[in-house]
């Protein structure tokens, strides 16, 4: 018997209710706040990713699906949302509509990680991107918009967190003084984090070792270290959080795990604590698009896994709306009656009424146990005698009481009002 990959899992119909529920959240507020859908393509060519993620990041040096195509074209399946995004914003000249283009997306993501609670091979995010303007209120608007999404869905108890990490102006010379505190210590940190330090020195501070971490309290913070530039937008920034009174942490340990972000970046956290459990996550990065070749353009965007926000409603218990189901089942008593009661099945769909039923060969009374087992509010049964007087029956499967219905005046006594 095949299985379902490592890693991957199928949405089976009982979950889909969270994740219509989660998905029409998220669409209703993208509208709301004038941003709109761009899909793009499972597979894109390897170096977008590579170029842009960065070559020493986890997700390009171990996790990403490339493979060569019959054509001997490098893809890869998209680790992440962000770089087609911008891919497809240069691609179609929306560089020349007015800035910023704000556009959101629900994508299938896929990272060769070690797969556990809250962490797969395939995942699916939701996520949107502000393009084209520098200015800190395109932060603050991501950010609520984040926040605003998780309250909508009365997640509760979470926490974002928040930190600037400067540009290419002012983060080198903070790297190299965050070097300088790491060298003394070097045997007291994780195997992974010794080779961290020549090569991807920002990810100590958010490594979850236990010395690692005792480490990265007291290393240097990248906020005391921003250009002029920088901590004028990121005051402003935190200026306007204030104003929208979003709660945020300032964490000097966040960091994020691409190597795209520039200034601003920020998490949302669910209580309990863990790595795998960090709801979201976003910042900007006003470099990402000239290094795909187009014009300095800034940006700033976000993105959330959807199952563990899925996870987050489960552990939550609300209740969700249901997905409309036929509440009706058409049942017949003969084989003879059975071309019937199809008929009378599609007569009720095509007047708009969601029915179910007319099963082959089973007896009147297995039919009832299946629309019984089947949560069917109501049966409409078909016998001889409904036959010969032109009627139906209409009976309720929990109360057991029926009424018997002239066939013209059905679909308007079942129509919902
Ligand atoms: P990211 O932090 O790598 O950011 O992923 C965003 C979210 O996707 C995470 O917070 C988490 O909820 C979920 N996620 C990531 N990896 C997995 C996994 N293996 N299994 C389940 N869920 C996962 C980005 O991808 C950026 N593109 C976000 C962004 C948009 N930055 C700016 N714009």
Redesign the pocket.
Known sequence: MYKVPRGTADILPQEQAYWRFVQGKAEALCHLYGYQRLDTPVFEDAGLFIRTIGPTTD?VEKEMYTFQDRGGKQLTLR????APVCRAYLEHGLNNLPQPVKLYYFAS?Y?Y?RPQK????E?H?F???SIGDADPALDAEAIDLAWQFYSSLSLKGLSLKLNSIGCRACRPDYIKRLRQYYEPHISGLCPDCRERLEKNSLRLLDCKQASCQRLALEAPKSTDHLCPACKSHFDALKVQLEALRLPYDLDHRLV???DY?TRTVF?VQPPEEGA?S??????R?DDLIEELGGRPTPA??????M???VLSLKKADLPLPPIPQPRIFVAYAGEENRDQALALLYELRRAGIGVTGAPVGKSLRAQLRQADALGMAQALILGEEEMRSGTVLLRNLATGEQVILPRPQLISHLRPT
């Open positions: 997700i680790p992440e949302g962000t993501i990272r990680e809250g962490r797969y091979r995942h995010q996520g949107f991107e994020r795990g691409l972000y998490e795998q960090t709801l979201g996550g976003g910042g990065y700033v965007g976000f993105a959330t896994g199952e563990r926000v």
